[in-house]
């Protein structure tokens, strides 16, 4: 059972490149997020999807876009990258209850 | 603003001592309230959680008390063993809001000494 699947889980970037994080997962739950995680901040949420086809903005939104592809992915979009944007990306999702299950992140490096 | 803080970064421990790990919040609005734990490399996993119509809740070796007029929960680690050596992150959520979003700590980094 997988769970949570993130791709890549290592990214170099230079400053104005754009890419795409994929989200995928297997347990059928409604609502998916994407975290970041950076030293003392703890983990911030970027932008999260109550449900298949709506998708709102969290705590630190700006630089990023989102695309809820289906039930069971949530992509993360990265437009202009900015050293700033170096960090620890995680995905998660979360059925009825309020556990949140999270994949095993993204390294993104933005030089 | 942080509405929910772990203020000690780091806790070290000898193996089968208490670990004590505390987190305060400041949203009054949270009512649901988790412990997760996250080794290097991988992704957080859910450790305990309380709900705010209780006081206490326990599993195994972990116990997670919440205070509601002090805004403030802890988690207990009863003994502590060496692959509790992790880092544990304070979560907090308002069930009454969509999507269930969560709100992290900055993390307790434990480290239990054999």
């Known amino acids: 059972n997988a769970g949570v699947t993130q791709t890549p889980k290592f990214q170099v970037l230079k400053t104005g490149q754009s890419m795409t994080l994929q989200c995928a997962q297997d347990?059928?739950?409604?609502?998916m997020y994407w975290y970041r995680q950076d030293p003392g901040m703890g983990l911030r949420l970027i932008y999260y999807?109550?449900?298949?086809?709506?998708?709102d903005k969290g705590e630190v939104p700006n630089g990023y876009n989102v695309s809820r592809l289906n039930k069971r992915e949530f992509s993360l979009r990265l437009e202009s990258a900015a050293p700033s944007q170096t960090s620890v990306y995680f995905c998660?999702?979360?059925?009825?209850?309020?556990?949140?299950?999270f994949g095993q992140g993204t390294r993104l490096t933005v030089v | 603003d942080q509405q929910v803080k772990q203020n000690s970064p780091s806790l070290s421990v000898q193996e089968g001592r208490i670990s004590i790990l505390n987190c305060d919040y400041t949203n009054s609005m949270f009512d649901y309230f988790l412990w997760y734990k996250k080794y290097p490399a991988e992704g957080p996993t859910f450790l305990i959680s309380?709900?705010?119509?209780?006081d206490k809740n326990e599993d195994g070796r972990f116990t997670v008390f919440l205070n509601k007029s002090a805004k403030h929960l802890s988690l207990h680690i009863v003994p502590s063993q060496p692959g509790d050596s992790a880092v544990y992150f304070c979560?907090?959520?308002?069930?009454?809001?969509?999507?269930?979003?969560?709100?992290f700590g900055g993390g307790t980094r434990v480290l239990v000494k054999p």
């Open positions: 347990m059928n739950h409604n609502s």
């Open positions: 309380i709900s705010s119509i209780k």
């Open positions: 999807s109550a449900s298949e086809g709506t998708t």
């Open positions: 979560a907090a959520s308002d069930w009454k809001a969509a999507g269930n979003k969560l709100t």
């Open positions: 998660a999702s979360s059925g009825t209850g309020f556990e949140a299950f």
